[in-house]
């Protein structure tokens, strides 16, 4: 029977030590390789490892003014900035976080606390497609929401959610006396790239007095390019009551 090496047993000096980690590290994919078009990952530059290597070595505790005045002043600047890139009006908000799948579930969390009763939340019913990312629905479930809460609406033919059947969907949940709450919406889906018609959306939303969730992990950094943001000019109509994750 092998014996198993634990860490410690054997102390080695920092070269050795970095080959082994680049050895073990070869074994992965390279997603940021420009040549890699697998989980719609973009290729990072210079300028952005040094940022994360800023960010490593800083090690910033963002929790509070105290202990971080001058981060706290870059994020809300930053964040006022890229809201202002999407069109969104003057009293944006919001953080950065580490990654789309944990924007989502900040959003989705707090939606639930800011319009959702405890008392109502199981009889809530949240709205997907079929294209919606994993994340929005282990988020759910990871805020409380069961999967029998969540309905996801077929996409047409173009990869978009179905306004039509979203609306019956709805009504069909309020005659039921279910408590729709939530509308999910992808600017930017993971199998296509496709955006859902985010006005007609918006406008089930407002009329339906539900909250709406922008994913834009994908496709929503569109609105820093010359070329191609007119894809994404419907964002700014989230001046309802919404949240949107980047």
Known sequence: ??????????????????????????????????????????????????????????????????????????EKTMIAWLGGQLGLPDSVGGRFVSGGSIANMTAIVATRDEILHPTRRGGAVIYTSDQTHISIHKDLHTSGFMDYQT???????????????????????????????LLVANCGSTNTGRIDPLHAI????????????????????????????????SLSILSIPSQFAI
């Open 1 to 74: 029977m092998q014996q198993q090496v634990m860490p410690g047993d054997h102390p080695q000096d920092i070269s050795s030590v970095l080959h082994q980690a680049i050895t073990i590290l070869d074994n992965r994919m390279r997603l940021a390789h420009p040549h890699c078009f697998s989980y719609i990952l973009g290729c990072p530059n210079s300028l952005a490892h040094l940022g994360d290597l800023l960010t490593s070595v800083c090690n910033v505790n963002a929790v509070s003014w105290d202990v971080s005045s001058g981060p706290n002043v870059t």
């Open 202 to 233: 918006a406008d089930i939303a407002r009329g339906e007095g539900l909250w709406l969730h922008v994913d834009g992990a994908y496709d929503a950094s569109l609105a820093l390019s010359d070329k191609h943001r007119y894809l994404v000019d």
């Open 151 to 181: 309905r996801k609406i077929p996409s047409d033919d173009t990869f978009r959610i179905d306004v039509d059947l979203l609306r019956r969907a709805i009504n069909t949940d309020r005659k039921s006396g279910r408590v729709p709450f």
